[in-house]
């Protein structure tokens, strides 16, 4: 049976958030595990911006934006009306996913990876991390998701980046007052959708095996 391609990277969070939406919308895709040092010639002359993930549909169309991913396979098949949130509507989350991507991240990489950044103020990238995740725990603390009591695209497309941002330094993000944010944090990791995506697989070459993602059951 003819499935799509799916290059990832199982700790990129970008690739995360993919491999989130094609579980939930039961997209099935045939997995190639993407070591980024040593990227696949093919994945390269699919995309050559060398980012994962990348999904390469049966026609060669080439979706190379985890978010367009993400879209793509719920707008084909959203069972859990991820893209219809209990509170607010398509582009309400979509610009609260732009502040995640945009400012956080500039943030979160300064923050995680100060020495590949010329001059980064370690403690200045990660207090104003810290403020875009309050801004989130105060919208946690009258609601179990981020757009009301159901998970939604904009819990899946952030949380990966939360989680990046906590494991910096787990210890300290532990103690600081984000009551609402760890216990949403910690309801997804503990959960069996996430854990189903996280295994680990071995590096693709040409000619492997190419498990079929999401696994079974």
Not at 6 to 16: G, H, T, V, W
Not at 22 to 34: K, M, N, P, Q, T
Request: with cysteine.
């Amino acid at each position: 049976m003819a499935r799509p391609v799916l290059y990832s990277f199982r700790r990129c969070p970008y690739a995360m958030r993919a491999r989130l939406a094609i579980a939930s919308a039961g997209l099935e895709c045939r997995l190639r595990e993407v070591v980024l040092r040593d990227k696949p010639a093919a994945m390269l002359e699919a995309s050559p911006k060398g980012t994962v993930p990348v999904l390469v549909l049966e026609d060669g169309t080439v979706i190379e934006e985890s978010l367009d991913v993400m879209l793509h396979a719920l707008r084909a098949n959203d069972p859990e009306d991820w893209l219809t949130p209990d509170e607010g509507s398509l582009e309400d989350m979509l610009a609260l996913i732009a502040e995640c991507d945009g400012g956080f991240k500039h943030h979160l990489d300064r923050y995680k990876y100060a020495a590949r950044f010329e001059d980064a103020d370690f403690e200045h990238h990660r207090r104003e991390g810290l403020a875009f995740l309050a801004r989130l725990d105060e919208r946690l603390a009258s609601r179990a998701q981020l757009f009301g009591d159901r998970v939604s695209l904009a819990d899946m497309a952030i949380m990966p980046f939360v989680r990046q941002f906590a494991n910096a330094d787990r210890a300290w993000f532990d103690a600081q007052a984000l009551p609402n944010l760890q216990r949403w944090l910690t309801g997804h990791l503990e959960s069996a959708r996430f854990k189903a995506v996280m295994p680990k697989f071995s590096q693709w070459t040409p000619g492997d095996e190419e498990p079929v993602f999401p696994p079974a059951a």
